[in-house]
């Protein structure tokens, strides 16, 4: 054991010392390889079978949500079905209209604004897809916000929750609409000059009222997450967070507007008037007084 100490030390002042260990050094580490790959390979083959039976575990309990899924979404199918064609009877009765379907196109993130106090974003749609200005921004969840700019091939998107950014919504379960607006977080909305003794609670889902012209009614935006009733104030402090996944999403749909229906009988404001009509209505207007 000395004499392999002391051989030991030798190579190590001669490997310091001098460069002619570094032929004999490359062909011993040639030749300790396999044993080095025979040494490790239980671990890498206890390794990959505990990756393999994660990774196999993962798969399963995604299976068992996506199956989940699956069946609830089947179950809100199968009772949109049902309200659906009750709509349609609704709307026979009333001689209403049909609501058409929104045309939409999908478009993926390129790029986020660095500057951290504004939230935009750039897309990979833009003029030559027929992108416009104020065209509204949706993923899975709900509205992501509005696009402000359109170059040919790519598209500036304002988020929702920037703090120039708002627009008008409703409470869900109620109908009451309000304002909401952009705090300059990606968590937190404001929604503005909520009467105090208005019938909003923790919870309620806003949805675009479509009051604007700008997005199209019933879209979720945000929930409401806390309502502050200040004694005193006339109005409280109600904060929502958006449903949209704004630090999540890759992949979002541009909205078009569908088409106007045509409503038969009915030519609109180019309709011009009859000379009989307009003599009419002056008729009934009674005399008006002449000029001086």
Request: contains cysteine.
């Amino acid at each position: 054991m000395l004499l392999c100490a002391i051989l030991a030390a030798a190579l190590m002042f001669v490997d310091l010392r001098f460069t002619r260990m570094e032929p004999v050094r490359a062909q011993l580490s040639t030749l300790v390889a396999p044993i080095q790959w025979a040494v490790s390979l239980p671990s890498d083959v206890l390794n990959w079978g505990a990756l393999a039976l994660s990774d196999q575990r993962a798969l399963v309990e995604e299976n068992r949500r996506l199956r989940e899924q699956i069946l609830t979404l089947s179950h809100r199918v199968q009772r949109m079905a049902s309200l659906t064609a009750e709509n349609v009877r609704l709307r026979e009765l009333l001689d209403a209209t049909r609501e058409h379907d929104i045309p939409f196109i999908t478009t993926e993130l390129l790029s986020l604004d660095p500057d951290p106090f504004t939230h935009r974003m750039v897309i990979d749609r833009g003029r030559r897809d027929g992108v416009f200005v104020g065209q509204p921004v949706m993923d899975a969840a709900g509205l992501v916000g509005q696009v402000t700019a359109v170059s040919a091939y790519s598209s500036r998107v304002l988020l929702v929750a920037d703090a120039s950014h708002a627009l008008p919504v409703q409470v869900n379960r109620n109908g009451l609409r309000f304002i909401i607006q952009g705090t300059g977080r990606y968590e937190a909305l404001s929604v503005l000059h909520v009467p105090d003794t208005a019938d909003i609670r923790e919870g309620d889902l806003l949805v675009t009222s479509g009051l604007a012209g700008r997005f199209p009614s019933g879209y979720p935006v945000a929930r409401v997450t806390q309502v502050v009733h200040d004694p005193g104030e006339p109005f409280a402090r109600v904060d929502a967070r958006p449903v949209a996944q704004l630090q999540r999403s890759r992949h979002f749909l541009l909205l078009f507007p569908p088409e106007p229906p045509e409503a038969p009988g009915r030519g609109g404001w180019s309709v011009r008037l009859d000379s009989v009509a307009i003599r009419a209505a002056l008729e009934a207007a009674g005399p008006r007084e002449e000029e001086p």
